[in-house]
């Protein structure tokens, strides 16, 4: 029975399989990879239609023609060096403060303008356009295609052979899951790729290992802000892109690649820091004007034309579609804008919209600085057990209802309650000139003066908390180091 169970999977197997697309020769690796008949035709279609929606989840792109022009110009001298220097590829700077970088299938490419801020030097950027475009070369996309398309079929044999459609619906989903990262081989080959990449281009590969401490310096940060020091991978790059500093230097050792001099003087391998700090001297950090400003406990949008204040204790979280406060014992606050506008009084836009079907206790119209809002409440289970879920709606005008929804755990809902009330109402119009006043924060390089440290710089940055760690982080520091007369270094200012 279990004999002629195997030989049929392998059966189905060997006849499958096949028939779904040949094998192909990964251009960067010269590996035998299976591609599920995603040819490099469909790769650069589906890159394409990928394209058009993922530039808008992150933001847009980001709109200076010179920083965009600078970043492509990288990403072309390297793509020029490797296997495929024929193929077009797109480079996008995305206008987010996430510090990110990945690639789509057709030469896709995609950095965020917050990796730039956190970057040093061009061979660091280099260093992570080099690793993207290895993904590219090496067909990973396609290898993923491919083993996604076999897990589904062998989950697809096991469920005829096993006469079960659920099992055949559970395994592809696992298995679509399991997928959804790169593998720590597929990283190791683009590290691999990506040296070489750098070193055919007069790139110092060593900015690779570097940026990778910055990055997990950044994690370290951002995790210890959001109140989750365990969690630093998933607040950056690593969360996708898993690599170790020892791993990306066995890729230095074993690329096997000479560094080439600097063609018009044969200088050593350049790192670039000089130009790259002009370039970004004045880029745009944290959040873009359409998204509104986290300021302290503050959230204010000054084209929206709205703002409110969280408790002491909550630390602000912006994001494309809404805006976070992580407070206090698991408390969360919510907020955002509803999909459509409704004519409907608030209340019954709170039953009969928004949370329709939920037993909501104690609905009831409020007022909040002049404008019509409802609030009511109810208990759900959820995972971590029971939660007090209070909603509020607010109409603002005639085309725009806006929401908070505060989740408290039950043993902090009554300490809470007063605060969050003060929350609830504290949501307010901006006038004209409040909004026009508001400026967004930007990077800006200082020169280092006589008698200044690390401390009294990152004190005159506008940051309520964590200023000297946000300053180190900023620029590849560690606490305790001295700052040299006229050594450049990167700041926040209003």
Not at 125 to 151: C, F, K, N, P
Not at 175 to 200: I, K, N, P, T, W
Not at 401 to 423: C, D, H, N, S, W
């Amino acid at each position: 029975m279990i004999r002629r169970f195997r030989s049929s999977f392998a059966i189905l197997a060997l006849t499958v399989l096949p028939a779904l697309g040949a094998c192909e020769t990964a251009p960067g690796t010269g590996r035998t990879i299976f591609t599920g008949g995603m040819s490099p035709a469909t790769e650069a279609r589906l890159g394409y239609q990928e394209h058009q929606k993922i530039v808008p989840q992150f933001g847009g792109a980001y709109a200076d023609p010179a920083i965009d022009a600078y970043v492509t110009g990288i990403g072309n001298l390297l793509a020029r060096t490797s296997e495929i220097p024929d193929l077009k590829f797109t480079f996008t700077v995305l206008d987010t403060p996430m510090v990110n970088a990945f690639a789509l299938p057709g030469g896709y490419v995609y950095i965020t303008r917050g990796l730039l801020a956190l970057a040093d030097n061009e061979a660091e950027v280099a260093g992570v356009l080099a690793h993207e475009i290895g993904h590219v070369t090496a067909r990973h996309s396609a290898e993923r295609y491919g083993q996604t398309m076999a897990a589904n079929i062998l989950g697809l044999g096991l469920g005829i052979l096993l006469g079960s459609g659920p099992v055949t619906d559970l395994y592809g989903t696992v298995a679509g899951v399991a997928l959804r990262s790169y593998s720590r081989e597929q990283e190791y080959e683009s590290d691999l790729l990506g040296v070489r990449y750098m070193s055919r281009a007069g790139y110092d590969p060593g900015a690779m290992a570097t940026f990778l401490t910055k990055l997990l310096a950044h994690g370290r940060l951002e995790a210890e802000l959001r109140g989750q020091p365990g969690k630093a991978d998933a607040f950056d790059i690593m969360q996708t892109h898993p690599r170790t500093a020892d791993r990306i230097a066995r890729a230095i050792a074993e690329a096997g690649t000479k560094t080439v001099a600097e063609p018009m003087t044969g200088a050593e391998p350049k790192t670039g820091r000089e130009v790259y700090l002009g370039k970004i001297d004045g880029l745009l950090y944290g959040d873009d004007p359409e998204q509104g400003f986290v300021r302290g406990r503050r959230f204010l949008h000054p084209e929206l034309r709205f703002a409110f204040e969280v408790p002491r204790g909550f630390r602000l979280f912006n994001g494309i579609k809404r805006v976070r406060a992580q407070g206090p014992e698991g408390a969360v606050i919510v907020f955002g804008r509803a999909k459509k506008p409704s004519p409907a009084p608030m209340t019954a836009y709170l039953t009969q919209v928004w949370a329709e079907g939920v037993p909501l206790r104690e609905v009831e119209r409020i007022t909040i600085n002049g404008m019509e809002a409802a609030t009511g409440h109810t208990r759900m289970n959820a995972r971590s057990g029971a939660v007090d879920v209070r909603l509020v709606a607010i109409r603002y005008d005639a085309a725009n209802i806006y929401r908070m929804l505060f989740l408290t755990p039950p043993k902090v809902t009554g300490p809470l309650q007063q605060a969050l009330r003060e929350t609830t109402y504290s949501f307010r119009k901006l006038g004209a000139a409040e909004a026009a006043a508001l400026k967004p924060l930007r990077l800006a390089i200082h020169r280092v003066r006589p008698g200044e440290s690390a401390a009294a710089i990152a004190e005159r940055m506008p940051f309520a908390d964590y200023r000297l760690r946000r300053f180190l982080v900023l620029n590849g520091l560690t606490e305790g180091t001295a700052l040299s007369v006229g050594q450049k270094v990167k700041v926040v200012t209003e």
